[in-house]
């Protein structure tokens, strides 16, 4: 079956650096991939798209590649803060209608 | 709209209990889900409405799971006879299908509705 791998450790990085989190998939080949931000106690709020023909996409200090080769797709905050701590979930259609999530990757930024 | 709600947002019950949540989408979203998040875990999805149809059921869902549409706008789900692993946070969200290169087929979740069962 379609799965999801997220680092399950804690991401603790300083104020300012970059953060990179990993998702890599198995067993599927998606058309796209989407990035959701959760805070503790809320609903995922979703955050990017990448194509599988995109390498790359932006969005103000964020950044996401998707490496179909590696299965795989890196999510960047650059210039980080303590705000962009949180929970990032990635996710993909593994059907036409169904979204499936990785398990997330607490992310924390120390000033 | 003001996006997508659910209550009750917190729900204490004992064992064997039975429980309804309900979730009102964004009010033109056809499709709408139930996701289902553990402590530390991503959202399980559950299962999911086209209009009033649903369309897809996860198979690790049992049959004291059921979920309505009547009207292809609110949804329900009701768990009977509750047990202690129902305990969980039950997230509703409600989404346009992707279509075409500017659709990015994302879903709009509510705050959940957290189930403590005693």
């Known amino acids: 079956s379609q799965k999801i791998e997220q680092n399950s450790e804690a991401l603790n990085i300083q104020e300012g650096k970059t ?3 990993t998702c890599n998939y198995t067993n599927y080949s998606p058309a796209y991939l989407q990035w959701y931000r959760q805070d503790p106690g809320r609903g995922p709020v979703f955050l990017l798209l990448i194509r599988e023909n995109e390498k790359e996409k932006r969005k103000e200090r964020l950044k996401v ?3 179909t080769t590696l299965k795989q797709s890196l ?13 990032y ?4 259609y593994s ?4 979204i499936i999530f990785g398990s997330g990757t607490r992310l924390s930024i120390r000033p | 709209d003001t996006g997508v709600s659910q209550d009750p947002r ?3 019950t004992k064992r064997g209990q039975n429980v309804t949540f309900r979730c009102d989408p964004i009010s033109e979203h056809n499709r709408l889900y139930w996701y289902r998040q553990t ?5 399980e999805f559950l299962t999911y409405f086209q209009n009033e149809a649903q369309l897809e059921k996860s198979r690790l869902l049992s049959d004291r799971f059921s979920a309505e549409r009547p009207k292809g706008s609110f949804s329900t789900l009701e768990i009977q006879r509750t047990e ?8 509703c969200a409600s989404s346009l299908p992707p279509q075409g290169l500017a659709s990015t087929g994302e879903l709009f979740f509510g705050e959940g509705s957290r189930l403590t069962v005693l």
């Open chain 1, 75 to 87: 999510f960047h905050i650059t210039a980080s803060q303590p705000a962009d701590s949180a929970t």
């Open chain 1, 65 to 67: 590649t998707f490496d």
């Open chain 1, 89 to 92: 979930l990635c996710a993909f």
């Open chain 1, 19 to 21: 953060a990179t989190l």
């Open chain 2, 84 to 91: 202690q692993g129902d305990s969980a946070m039950y997230l």
């Open chain 1, 95 to 98: 059907s036409a209608s169904k």
């Open chain 2, 10 to 12: 917190h729900k204490i």
């Open chain 2, 39 to 43: 402590l530390g875990q991503g959202p």
